[in-house]
Each structure stands twice: as structure tokens, then as C-alpha cells.
């Protein structure tokens, strides 16, 4: 007779969890569709600028040299200049940073500053980048081959500050 026995009403706490998770769940996608979170997985600057704090920076770029297009493409877009190459800690540095900036636009609106500021990391990032991008030119004031993070050691943006964008470095 065990298997005609009939089965337990779920407890009033697991029906409360349940109805809590899709709530949960229904919320998390509405934000993610409002914030059109399927844009910051492409490589495009103009998933950057869905925020209106980035408008003067993404205003700065799509007027500079590194917002010229070749063969249709953009010379360099936010992520190239801002983002790890190799594809896991692109990926890695990508879900850090979007993480941080849900939790501040989330959480902290009343302290966000008017514009961006790099953090260190990101300004690592960056001189690698122009490295990268540019070791041909900058061979002899830059040596990749040493630490272009070390004591004294010349950074790119501080000749070439309005290249990328005019503020927020």
C-alpha cells in the first residue's frame, strides 16, 4: 500500500522559498532585459555608453582617432583599450567590473561621482594595451621587455592623456 499513499502538502516554508526564488528570478531578468545586459557581452563601445554616466566619455572617443572605422570596425572600442586580451581573464576582468558597477548603480546612486575615474587595475590594463597595440612606435620609450609598471616608468597616457577620452584617468 506504499505507493497508494497520498503525498504531503508542501510545508508553508518551502512554498514561501519558492514563491521568494521567482520573485527573485522574474526581478533579476527584468533588470537584466532593462539594462540590456546582452550588450555587454559584444564587443562594442556603445554597450558602454548604456549608462548616461559614460556619455561624455563615450562622446570623447567616438571623436578621437581610436573610434575611426577600418573595414567597418572601430580602430580600438572600450574593450580593447580597457580589457585583458587573453580570453579568461577578459572574461574574468568583463564579470568583475559588471558586478561592481550593477552594485554601485544598484545600491549606491547617491555617491556616484560625475565621472568615472580608473581604478589601478584598470590603468594596468590600459598601458598594456597601448603596448600591445603600439609597440612598434613606442620600442625605444617604452621597453616591453622590462616592467612598463615599475618605479619610474614612463605611462603612456601621461603624454597621450585625451587619446581614448578626455576624462576619467
Given amino acids: 500500500m506504499k505507493g497508494n499513499q497520498p503525498k504531503k502538502p508542501l510545508s508553508f516554508m518551502a512554498g514561501l522559498f519558492g514563491i521568494l526564488l521567482v520573485i527573485i528570478v522574474v526581478f533579476g531578468v527584468y533588470t537584466f532585459y532593462n ?13 558602454c555608453n548604456n549608462c548616461h554616466i559614460m556619455n561624455d566619455v563615450y562622446r570623447d572617443w567616438s571623436r578621437g582617432p581610436h573610434s575611426q572605422k577600418i573595414a567597418g570596425e572601430p580602430r580600438a572600442t572600450c574593450n580593447d583599450c580597457h580589457l585583458p586580451h587573453s580570453f579568461v581573464e577578459k572574461w574574468i576582468a568583463k564579470a ?13 546612486l547617491d555617491v556616484l561621482p560625475t565621472n568615472l575615474t580608473a581604478t589601478q587595475k584598470s590603468k594596468t590594463m590600459v598601458q598594456d594595451n597601448c603596448i600591445r597595440c603600439h609597440s612598434e612606435m613606442v620600442s625605444n620609450v617604452v621597453n616591453p621587455t622590462t616592467n612598463p609598471h615599475g618605479n619610474g616608468a614612463l605611462s603612456c597616457v601621461s603624454c597621450h592623456a585625451s587619446v581614448g577620452h578626455a576624462r576619467g584617468f
Avoid: I, L, R
Fill in 35 to 47: 539594462a540590456k545586459g546582452m550588450s555587454y557581452f559584444s564587443n562594442t563601445s556603445e554597450a
Fill in 96 to 108: 568583475q567590473s559588471g558586478v561592481s558597477h550593477a552594485y554601485a548603480f544598484t545600491f549606491k
